[in-house]
């Protein structure tokens, strides 16, 4: 099936006032493609650190957009980087990564912008709350609309994922507004803080189709973080009309320390790949049959793709240089390592008139230049 160049009706929305405050590159290594924004949410009244990892490779046909998961706690400085090198394997799709947290200098406001009220602790001591709603607010509101405005994201294949507090909060925003986002990873929320939250997630209803949730949290936890783990994931479970879940304990694992595996198997399952990666071995082909392939291509957005012979092999520029590898069958090519395939077509012994590249599994068709 070709690629719909239309975006879909969320993306026409118009964006919420999202004012950005500052602008710069990212600093986690030298190479680090990830921009950082720092954003005044009128809703919570205070500015915020986003920050947007893309993905390595795509969005790259017309129309096509990718997906996006939003990261509370700033995905602890971690999970853009990891999830941009896990979207080049079969982990997962390739997918911007946007994580919220606050700006150097400014005070933190994570456990009331976490919790929809003042809750009690385990230890007795009281945990501030109440300024969730306006959080959520800025997410589902403000930062959202903003993002999809600013990036070819697709809400159908978007993820919020936070961890401990964030877990908690991620779990409200599944329970008040579902239709949020197309998929939740809930990672050791602090139930602690609101009891009734599995009842919540247990009546969560939809008009459309179920979100999927994946829920975690360490073997080796406190016992009340476990058993709140425990709680929202056969909550979940029951829920078959509104959710498909997944949940999982790491063994051995405590609070935090299984964090950074939570980008393969938790992002790994809201956001799979729909085939794998293949990395067949090349087809020896003629010079004189690539020839023919040789040429201007253009596809539907106006973009001209060159196809020359560099070498003994098809090369070209997508987001990057790349070698055509063939495959058994004439005039399809692979490029090693990337979920993307070209297919030539054209008389049997003349050049080629047109050129379908699939590139996970969206097609889009262009051709020959005259």
């Known amino acids: 099936m070709a690629l719909i160049v239309a975006p879909p009706a969320a993306a026409q929305e118009a964006a919420a006032p999202l ?10 290594y030298r190479a680090d493609p990830t921009v950082q924004f720092v954003v005044h949410s009128e809703k919570a009244g205070r500015d915020y650190l986003v920050q947007v990892t893309p993905p390595a490779f795509g969005p790259w046909l017309p129309g096509q957009k990718a997906a996006v998961a939003y990261v509370l706690d700033g995905g602890y400085g971690i999970m853009g980087p990891t999830a941009r090198l896990l979207g080049g394997s079969n982990a997962m799709l390739p997918a911007y990564v946007v994580t919220v947290a606050y700006p150097a200098g400014q005070p933190s406001s994570r456990e009331r912008d976490m919790l929809f009220a003042t809750a009690v602790r385990p230890d007795g001591s009281k945990a501030l709350g109440g300024g969730a709603e306006a959080f959520m607010g800025f997410i589902v509101d403000e930062l959202r609309p903003w993002v999809e405005a600013k990036y070819p994201v697709d809400r159908a294949k ?27 990873l809930i990672a050791s929320p602090s139930v ?10 247990a009546r969560v209803s939809l008009q459309g189709p179920p979100r999927r949730v994946f829920v975690a949290y360490g073997e080796d936890e406190a016992p009340h973080m476990v058993s709140g783990g425990r709680q929202v994931a056969r909550a979940l479970a029951r829920n078959k009309a ?7 304990v790491f063994a051995g694992a405590d609070h935090i320390s299984f964090y950074p595996e939570l980008a393969a198997r938790g992002l790994g399952y809201l956001l799979p790949r729909k085939r794998p990666i293949n990395y067949p071995n090349p087809t020896p082909v003629p010079a004189e049959t690539l020839r023919r392939y040789e040429g201007v291509y253009v596809l539907s957005d106006g973009r001209r793709l060159p196809i020359a012979l560099k070498g003994g092999k098809l090369a070209t520029t997508l987001a990057f240089p790349v070698e055509l590898d063939a495959l058994p069958r004439p005039g399809r090519f692979f490029v090693n390592g990337v979920d993307v395939q070209f297919t030539f077509e054209g008389p049997p012994d003349g050049p080629a008139q047109l050129l379908r590249i699939d590139y996970l599994g969206e097609v889009a068709v262009a051709r020959r230049a005259p």
Do not use: C, K
């Not at 004012?19 to 986690?28: A, D, H, I, K």
């Not at 509104?242 to 999982?248: D, G, L, P």
């Open 19 to 28: 004012r950005v405050v500052s602008q710069g590159p990212g600093t986690l």
């Open 158 to 184: 978007s993820v919020l994922m936070g961890h401990s507090q964030s877990g908690i909060f991620t779990a409200n925003v599944l329970a008040r507004r579902p239709d949020a986002f197309a998929s939740y």
């Open 192 to 201: 602690w803080a609101q009891p009734d939250i599995a009842e919540r997630l």
């Open 242 to 248: 509104a959710v498909v879940s997944r949940s999982e």
